[in-house]
């Protein structure tokens, strides 16, 4: 950790924060993260990847951490996402890169090797797979209590946050995100509601990784974070082809929550993400949760290293 570096660089008229961590002259991994996470979240895969002797890049999003936050966050898209990430490549002279997508990240992952394929030489993502871009449809079948309803509904989440500090805000989600069941409210509930003051931190995740992130989101707040991914959802892309043909891997938790939400643990297991993804890989981790990358970082650090070592 101490050997990570942290600079600014301007992009799309923003300073965005990135974390580093190896030689300039190495193969590149640009690291993606999720909600509720930050380029904190990378930490034991930057550290493990850059002592296999690769340069790790992890930046914080437009309006997440330390990067600065958009003009208007209420219109910010995945698109602007992508924006951003080309023109981080461009300015620190990158041409190509092996990209790590946790949550969220995989759909930017996903978007950069459709749109920018000359750029991306392989693509692992941890905790959600490709899947087709536009609508989420199979969320409409999910109870209105289902989070990502709550989320996308304007001034719900923003209300129900403001209640607690960030740091206790970071507590709840990521205790609620490290089980197995789907985090749904009931109707006079709000979702930061579903955990009990009393309960633990999972064992992985220490009182200092809670404090870092805990700063983190108290600089930038949530209204990017809210914004996208859950108010994007439903962005539509001018993608004609929609097939990855870049070496991939998916890493997924035996007991990520996301496996519940209707179809996608038969979509995984039966193969058919890999009607989208042709060259894919798919592993599963027996105890891993929706964190699997701060849970398992011994695992999951093996996983990559191999697949940086196949495909570089």
């Known amino acids: 950790m101490d050997k990570i570096e942290h600079k600014f660089v301007e992009v799309n008229e923003l300073k965005l924060h990135i974390a580093e961590i190896g030689n300039g ?6 690291f993606l993260h999720g909600f509720p996470e930050i380029w904190y979240s990378w930490r034991h895969q930057m550290v493990a990847v850059a002592n296999a002797g690769f340069r790790a890049i992890a930046p914080d999003y437009r309006g997440y951490g330390l990067s600065d936050p958009p003009p208007e966050p209420g219109k910010t898209t995945f698109s602007d996402f992508v924006n951003d990430l080309v023109a981080l490549l ?3 002279g990158i041409s190509k890169v092996t990209l790590v997508a946790k949550d969220f990240g995989a759909r930017l992952a996903q978007l950069l090797v459709l749109l920018h394929p000359e750029r991306v030489i392989g693509v692992v993502t941890l905790g959600t797979p490709f ?5 989420r449809k199979f969320l409409e079948t999910l109870p209105e209590g289902f989070y990502v309803s709550r ?8 209300a129900d946050f403001a209640r607690l500090d960030a740091k206790t805000v970071l507590r709840n989600i990521y205790i609620l ?9 009931l109707p006079d509930q ?8 009393s309960t633990p931190l999972p064992l992985w995740f220490s009182d200092e990784d809670l404090s870092a992130y805990g700063a983190l989101y108290e600089k930038s707040g949530f209204r990017t974070a809210l914004k996208v991914p859950y108010r994007s959802l439903n962005e539509e892309f ?3 082809n929609h097939i990855v043909k870049a070496p991939a891997l998916l890493i997924m938790g035996e007991k990520d929550y996301t496996l519940k939400f209707p179809g996608i643990e038969d979509y995984i297991r039966s193969g058919h993400v890999k009607h989208l993804a042709t060259n894919l890989e798919i592993v599963f981790l027996l105890e891993g949760s929706h964190f699997v990358q701060e849970q398992l970082p011994d695992q999951v650090n093996e996983l990559i290293l191999k697949f940086l070592k196949s495909h570089s």
Do not use: H, M, T
């Not at 899947?131 to 609508?135: E, K, S």
């Not at 995100?177 to 409210?185: G, L, Q, T, V, W």
């Not at 709000?190 to 003051?197: A, G």
């Open 25 to 30: 002259s190495k193969p590149v991994v640009l």
């Open 177 to 185: 995100f490290s089980r197995s069941d789907i985090p749904i409210a």
């Open 151 to 158: 989320w996308q509904e304007p001034g719900r989440a923003e």
């Open 90 to 92: 461009d300015a620190l």
């Open 131 to 135: 899947v087709p871009l536009g609508p």
């Open 190 to 197: 709000e979702i930061l509601d579903l955990v009990d003051s």
């Open 238 to 240: 001018n993608i004609s």
